[in-house]
């Protein structure tokens, strides 16, 4: 038998009729209006064009549909695999992801790992892009960088994390990453991944000289705020 050579996927932008009628309504209704703008805004394109999907005969999912489900469950505060498949057998989710059967978490969990690193800088790079063109459109020359660390708990084994200073959770495995926002805008510039036994003010030094370099030209005075746990 003559084989089918695998083809990419194409994402399919799919559009929603809004009407309020009382009936049919899911729990995630507010939803509809959020996957409006993102396809205005072509997330899914751009999802597409750098993490492209080489299609089979057992392909069911892109990974677009996996990045953009963890999107839209991340406006409703869901953030476990286990939730996020559940989340997305949503008879309106699997509309708006274009599904034809929800995820399960080892198929979300399986094709992340499978982007690992290789799918990952080239992610961080488009939105450090996307900052920057933000940041050069608001014509800012004053600005606010706020920089914190997060304690993010974890269920499992996953790597890299670890045990460290947990309020949440003592004793759990986590993540520890540092964030830096810009305060006018709401708008996170930087972020860097730790494990979670990293002290707050590790590596903080570097991340500002990185941060600074993201900020455009026309921004000359950076007022930089961090907490106690920074000071060393």
Same mark, same amino acid.
């Given at each position: 038998?003559? =084989?089918? =050579?695998?083809? &990419?996927?194409?994402?399919?932008?799919? +559009?929603? !009729? %809004?009407?309020?009628?009382?009936?049919?309504?899911? !729990?995630?209704?507010?939803?509809?209006?959020?996957?409006?703008?993102?396809?205005?805004?072509? *997330?899914?394109? /751009?999802?597409?064009?750098?993490?492209?999907?080489?299609?089979?005969?057992?392909?069911?999912?892109?990974?677009?549909?996996?990045?953009?489900? &963890?999107?839209?469950?991340?406006?409703?505060?869901?953030?476990?695999?286990?939730?996020? /498949?559940?989340?997305? +057998?949503?008879?309106?989710?699997?509309?708006?992801?274009?599904?034809?059967?929800?995820? !399960?978490?080892?198929?979300?969990?399986?094709?992340?790992?499978? &982007?690992?690193?290789?799918? /990952?800088?080239? *992610?961080?790079? %488009?939105?450090?892009?996307?900052?920057?063109?933000?940041?050069?459109?608001?014509?800012? @020359?004053?600005?606010?960088?706020?920089?914190?660390?997060?304690?993010?708990?974890?269920?499992?084994?996953?790597?890299? /994390?670890?045990?460290?200073?947990?309020?949440?959770?003592?004793?759990? !495995?986590?993540?520890?990453?540092? &964030?830096?926002?810009?305060?006018?805008?709401?708008? @996170?510039?930087?972020?860097?991944?730790?494990?979670?036994?990293?002290?707050?003010?590790?590596?903080?030094?570097?991340?500002?000289?990185?941060?600074?370099?993201?900020?455009?030209? +026309?921004?000359? %005075?950076?007022?930089?705020?961090?907490?106690?746990?920074?000071?060393?």
């Amino acid at each position: 038998m003559k =084989k089918d =050579k695998p083809t &990419l996927s194409k994402f399919n932008r799919q +559009h929603i !009729n %809004h009407s309020f009628t009382g009936t049919q309504l899911t !729990n995630y209704a507010g939803l509809s209006p959020i996957m409006k703008y993102l396809n205005r805004i072509k *997330l899914g394109e /751009a999802l597409n064009k750098l993490l492209p999907t080489v299609m089979h005969n057992s392909t069911r999912f892109t990974i677009v549909q996996i990045m953009l489900s &963890l999107v839209l469950a991340s406006f409703t505060g869901i953030n476990r695999l286990k939730r996020i /498949a559940a989340f997305t +057998h949503d008879a309106l989710v699997m509309k708006l992801l274009t599904l034809k059967k929800g995820l !399960n978490k080892d198929v979300i969990s399986v094709r992340l790992k499978q &982007l690992a690193q290789a799918g /990952a800088i080239p *992610l961080q790079e %488009h939105l450090f892009g996307l900052t920057r063109k933000w940041l050069k459109n608001s014509a800012l @020359v004053t600005a606010t960088v706020d920089a914190d660390s997060t304690v993010k708990t974890v269920y499992g084994h996953q790597e890299g /994390a670890a045990k460290g200073f947990n309020h949440q959770k003592k004793g759990a !495995n986590s993540y520890h990453p540092l &964030l830096a926002f810009i305060n006018e805008m709401r708008l @996170v510039i930087n972020s860097w991944f730790r494990t979670g036994s990293a002290y707050s003010s590790n590596g903080i030094c570097e991340f500002i000289r990185q941060t600074k370099a993201l900020l455009p030209a +026309h921004i000359q %005075h950076v007022f930089f705020r961090v907490d106690s746990g920074f000071f060393k």
